[in-house]
């Protein structure tokens, strides 16, 4: 029997992962390189989007691989940290509930109105202009950290 403990962590691991490049090997030896966009828990089986396979050098919008199937899985950069944007998000807005962090789904909800995950700002108004701008900084130091190290 697994440790529910340990799977937890490992799923935890495998939702940190959403929304990264990873490279997937199958037990076919095909190789995919694509972004993580989900999984199933029951089944380990995963959907990259814009996806390439390796060998033939075919991209494809959508592929899915079956658990069953799956040998490896290389994440092959960093996911977007929403923990780390949030942090820098409370330094602008300090009031207590200001900030609500769902990192599960990868999401940060700002005075419930401004919605922030990896692919933006979403919202207008004065307000949504400041976040944009804090969350394009902390884009671009984070782009400058990869290419450093």
């Known amino acids: 029997m697994i440790d529910s403990a340990a799977a937890r962590r490992f ?7 959403l929304g990264a490049y990873v490279h997937v090997i199958t037990d076919q030896g095909r190789k995919y390189t694509g972004r993580l966009e989900g ?14 396979e390796d060998d033939s050098q075919k991209t494809f919008p959508k592929v899915f691989i079956l658990g069953s199937h799956i040998v490896e ?4 950069e960093e996911p977007f940290d929403i923990k780390a944007l949030a942090q820098e998000l409370e330094k602008l ?8 962090v ?8 700002i005075l419930d109105k401004i919605k922030v995950t990896a692919k ?8 949504a202009e400041r976040v944009k ?10 782009k400058g950290k990869s290419t450093t190290t």
Do not use: H, W
């Not at 899985?73 to 092959?76: A, C, G, L, W, Y």
């Not at 769902?102 to 909800?109: K, S």
């Open 133 to 142: 701008r804090v969350y394009e900084k902390f884009v671009e130091e984070r």
């Open 11 to 17: 799923f935890r691991e495998l939702t940190t992962s």
């Open 102 to 109: 769902y990192e599960d789904a990868g999401l940060i909800m």
């Open 73 to 76: 899985i290389i994440q092959v």
């Open 93 to 100: 807005f300090p009031q207590k509930g200001a900030i609500k």
């Open 120 to 127: 933006g700002v979403e919202g207008s108004g004065p307000i």
């Open 39 to 52: 999984f199933d828990p029951n089944t380990l089986s995963i959907c990259l989007l814009d996806a390439r």
